[in-house]
């Protein structure tokens, strides 16, 4: 432990840098989806509400740890002020060659990858980005 957080290295001797309990990650269930999975698109784009609070801290906490696949664009899954300039990407917008990542905070936990779209969403997007993160990295 260090003061910014919980500190692993990867088998490649990546640094990791975590912000949740390592035990509070391991207990965390959830299917078996590695972010790498986007690397393979020729553009990703990053979905989210800008005004959620743990969504970014989870797009920090990923961008920290180098999980996010590049080229990354940055969009909103619905439409608000906070969204005026950026473009609104959903699921149904995703397609071969470029995916959609939502990231959004919810009551219900899950994690799932359909047709070229990955879903992120929960109450606590910090600890299931933290278990992303460890789960990428192996």
Request: charged share 15%; proline share 6%.
């Amino acid at each position: 432990q260090t003061t910014a957080g919980w500190q692993a290295y990867a088998p490649d001797g990546q640094r990791i840098l975590l912000q949740s309990h390592p035990q509070d990650i391991l207990d965390l269930s959830l299917p078996p989806v590695s972010l790498s999975l986007l690397s393979s698109y020729e553009k990703v784009y990053l979905s989210t509400d800008p005004g959620d609070a743990g969504a970014q801290a989870a797009i920090r906490e990923l961008s920290v740890n180098n999980a996010l696949p590049s080229p990354l664009a940055t969009a909103c899954y619905e439409d608000s002020v906070l969204c005026a300039d950026l473009p609104l990407k959903t699921c149904g917008d995703a397609t071969g060659t470029a995916a959609v990542f939502i990231l959004r905070s919810s009551h219900e936990t899950a994690v799932t990858f359909t047709d070229h779209c990955l879903v992120v969403q929960g109450e606590d997007l910090l600890m299931i980005a933290d278990k992303l993160v460890l789960e990428q990295y192996g």
